[in-house]
């Protein structure tokens, strides 16, 4: 029905108003029955002020937004009062979780006794190529005449000097020059002022080089007039890493030709592991056979091994050796995180500050300790060696003995492993303060011993790589025909283990089982040409026991 005008002229009549519009009422007598059905009070409020909108011409512009907010409240899924929080679980494995799990299994592991200890039956598998033995032949034949000296700066610690002193023994030997005795270099982390002789015997090792390689323990005072009896004005070659024994041959050969006297300064991992026979022989000669531990070293090395066999006399004498890493530089360097908290957080971040000032803080630099322990590079605790050892069928009185240096927050970190382990040593507790004074302080000296007893450990444990597990694999395959009797666990597997809240002592057990069925058939391997001979030294250091014909080390001689 239409309104007259006062004028007596009709006009159109104007658009009802939208919010009269039948279509309308009828939403709103829904929205009615829907606020008495008990709605909450953020409801009735967003229906009031719908309401109001409604009332304006401006609804239209706010249409899209009135449309979503009103589903959200018809379905229930938006809240005025409560922010919705989404809490994302970590990845599997990334986080420290081994102290909660060996607190759940601890009770399981002690009460079990369903197998033998495996220190009696772990290297009883039975290897189809056989065992090998040491065939590294030495010289018979006289010397050449030398072409010049070959002076070599070895930087690094105990093991990484030995990689040091092996190849610079190839190289000479390789270039028919005259090695002079490696000068070991001082590190500000390893803080040893030790010399050659100091840790190797060095008249066994120039005597058993003496038919193959030249070694002096200086060089004569004519040459050194030349450079002024100064070593730094001799010419410095730095080597590449990995280089191969041609880029010697083609280009430090010449120069020793003219000068005579030349010099590697740093060396260490400066000649490539794949070789020809001649050089690889050299290797094995100079690792295998004329490095020896100087006589104070081995006598002490020796003892604490024969102490280590009468506290394992209840197995048999056979003890087993566990290489743990876990010393704060460790710690730190590895960026990984335990339980320590905020105190653990502040105390490494402190010592990465001064160890590696400014390596880990550079800009661009992003830390990631969950991916890092995923990918297994995170150094095994104590809990968890314990707990491997133990799920590996290791018993409660399997002799221990632990070479590592000083253990991070040991009070607390150690607790766990010596309860898994009671019967566990290391050279402080096996030796005297009489015994070891002449030792401390000097870090390669004290690597050296832990060295020696873990040689002639039944089984060798390594948790975290580097280059003492490096040669002591190789070392160990040397005395042992050819297979390692160590144990190398899969990290990666491990974390996943570990981070496992609901798994049982059995089904633990079983994983770790095959972990060390793994590592026993891995324990005979040939190298592969980009290997270290240091660690695989079958077939260019050994050859079959069942073979008489030594044909691969005649044809390197």
């Known amino acids: 029905m239409h309104r007259l005008p006062s004028s007596g002229h009709s006009t159109p009549s104007s658009p009802q108003s939208p919010v009269r519009s039948p279509r309308l009422r009828q939403g709103r007598s829904k929205a009615g029955k829907l606020s008495s059905g008990g709605n909450s009070l953020a409801q009735r409020l967003s229906l009031m002020l719908l309401s109001v909108l409604l009332r304006r011409q401006g609804v239209f512009l706010f249409a899209p937004l009135i449309y979503i907010s009103g589903m959200l409240l018809y379905m229930g899924t938006a809240s005025f009062d409560v922010v919705p929080i989404i809490r994302h679980r970590p990845a599997p494995g990334s986080v420290y979780r081994s102290p909660q799990l060996y607190a759940n299994l601890r009770r399981d592991m002690d009460s079990d006794n369903s197998s033998t200890d495996a220190i009696f039956t772990i290297w009883k598998s039975p290897y189809r190529g056989g065992e090998w033995k040491p065939c590294v032949n030495r010289s018979s034949e006289e010397l050449p005449e ?25 190289v000479a030997g390789y270039l028919n020059a ?10 500000s982390i390893w803080k040893d002022h030790s010399k050659f002789r100091d840790i190797y015997d060095e008249e066994y090792f120039i005597d058993t080089l003496k038919n193959d390689v030249r070694v002096v323990d200086k060089i004569p005072e004519f040459l050194m007039e030349r450079f002024g009896s100064n070593m730094t004005n001799v010419h410095n070659f730095r080597i590449k890493a990995w ?17 005579k006297v030349i010099r590697f300064s740093p060396y260490a991992n400066r000649l490539s592991f794949d070789a020809p026979p001649v050089v690889q022989r050299l290797r094995c000669l100079a690792n295998y056979e004329a490095l020896r ?37 460790m710690v730190a360097f590895s960026c990984c995180v335990f339980d320590g ?36 590079k995170c150094p095994l605790s104590p809990t968890e060696v314990g707990l491997m050892l133990r799920g590996m069928g290791f018993t409660k009185n399997t002799s221990i003995f632990l070479a590592s240096g000083k253990i991070y ?48 450990s039944e089984v060798f444990v390594t948790t975290q790589g580097g280059n003492f597990p490096h040669f002591l694999l190789g070392h160990r395959r040397y005395l042992y025909g050819g297979h390692a009797k160590t144990i190398k666990p899969d990290k990666r597997k491990l974390v996943l283990q570990f981070d496992n809240p609901n798994i049982g002592w059995k089904s633990l057990k079983r994983q770790l089982l095959n972990m060390r069925s793994h590592s026993d ?5 040939l190298k592969r040409p980009s290997d270290s001979i240091y660690s695989f030294p079958c077939p ?16 390197a001689a």
């Open 146 to 170: 030398s072409i010049g000296y070959i002076y070599v700066d070895a930087n690094g610690g105990l093991n990484q000097q030995r990689t040091s002193i092996c190849n610079a023994v190839a």
């Open 178 to 187: 005259t090695l002079v005795i490696p000068n070991f270099h001082y590190h």
């Open 243 to 259: 280089s191969s024994i041609q880029y010697y041959r083609d280009v430090v050969l010449p120069k020793l030709l003219e000068e």
């Open 293 to 329: 531990f100087s006589r104070p070293i081995l006598t002490i090395g020796e003892s604490l091994v024969e102490r280590m066999r009468k506290h394992s006399a209840i197995n048999g004498g056979k003890y087993v050796s566990v290489h743990l890493r876990f010393e704060e530089d």
């Open 341 to 376: 908290g905020r105190p653990e957080e502040q105390n490494m971040s402190a010592a990465r500050e001064r160890g590696w000032r400014g390596k880990f803080t550079k800009a661009g630099r992003v830390i990631r300790p969950g991916a890092i322990r995923i990918n297994g």
């Open 409 to 456: 927050n040991a009070e607390k970190t150690m607790a766990p492993l010596l309860q898994m382990f009671p019967n566990l040593h290391t050279k402080e507790t096996l030796a005297s303060e009489e015994e070891l004074a002449q030792f401390k302080g000097y870090s390669s000296r004290m690597a050296a011993i832990d060295y020696t007893v873990c040689l002639h």
């Open 521 to 525: 058939s891995k324990g005979v391997e």
């Open 540 to 555: 260019d250091c050994m050859c079959r026991a069942n073979k008489t014909d030594n044909s691969k080390s005649k044809s």
